[in-house]
């Protein structure tokens, strides 16, 4: 039977609801850029002082709008762009095309009655979450 992305991501996000994983999607980019601003502004109000003060408060700034909130794993799966989903059932699909099965619900037992299976998944997830989106992964409720 041909695997459909959303059958996939309902598996990823069974899988990820039992281990009870979040992660923080960190913004780094715009953190580096409002630092790199503030310490411009502050070198042309206050001259070398002003670029020390400016960067270390856009710094400060910057640092904080990286410090992502911890979201369940699940509801950032469901808030991927199509794009993206399509990149994390590619790298899945290698695991999951020698399954037989009917509909999602088989395909879910099938996976969490197969430990290999749920630690091969788990690593394409934490792999994409890590390497894709730079997202800090946690563990627990």
């Known amino acids: 039977m041909p695997i459909n992305v959303d059958d996939v991501m309902q598996l990823f996000c069974h899988l990820s609801r039992q281990k009870g994983m979040k992660a923080a999607v960190k913004h780094s980019g715009q953190g580096a850029l409002l630092a790199g601003a503030t310490a411009f502004i502050g070198g042309l109000m206050g001259g070398p ?70 630690e091969k998944l788990t690593a394409v997830l934490i792999n994409y979450l890590s390497k894709e989106l730079r997202a800090e992964i946690q563990y627990g409720e």
């Not at 059932?89 to 037989?100: M, P, S, V």
């Open 49 to 118: 002082p002003g670029i020390a003060l400016g960067g270390a408060f856009g710094g400060l700034l910057g640092a904080l709008m990286t410090t992502g909130q911890f979201r369940p794993v699940p509801q950032i799966l469901l808030e991927l762009p199509p794009a993206e989903q399509q990149k994390l059932y590619d790298e899945a699909i290698g695991i999951l095309r020698h399954l037989d099965w009917t509909d999602v619900v088989q395909l879910t037992a099938l996976v969490m009655g197969n430990t290999s299976l749920q």
